[in-house]
């Protein structure tokens, strides 16, 4: 099982990005799916999480700026944005709780560096 993440980049201040993430290999199931980042010298910190039903929860900081959504059909989980801030720079990486091979387990992305600067 692997993920792969990537549509990071530098953006300006205001401006917005979207994030893709999408899982591949022998997956029998997909249960949360979700966003951490983590900025220099600062722990990762999850930024959205979507749970297998739909529901959703945001770290404060971004609430009405990101949307995560998931396309089930591509194993996909995305963090749409906007109004992006300075304080937004960080390596974003996704994780899922996959149910493959029979066994239950995290597994996350590589990363992709988000830089918000003028």
């Known amino acids: 099982v692997q993920l792969q993440a990537y549509g990071g980049g530098l953006v300006q201040p205001g401006g917005h990005l979207r994030l893709s993430c999408a899982a591949s290999g022998s997956i029998s199931s997909i249960n949360d799916m979700g966003w951490y980042r983590q900025a220099p010298g600062k722990q990762r910190e999850l930024v959205a999480l979507?749970?297998?039903?739909?529901?959703?929860n945001y770290e404060d900081s971004v609430k009405d700026r990101f949307t995560i959504s998931r396309d089930n059909a591509k194993n996909t989980v995305y963090l749409q944005m906007n109004s992006l801030k300075p304080e937004d720079t960080a390596v974003y990486y996704c994780k899922a709780l996959i149910f493959a091979n029979g066994a239950h387990r995290g597994y996350w992305g590589q990363g992709t560096l988000v830089t918000v600067s003028s």
């Open positions: 979507i749970r297998s039903g739909g529901s959703t």
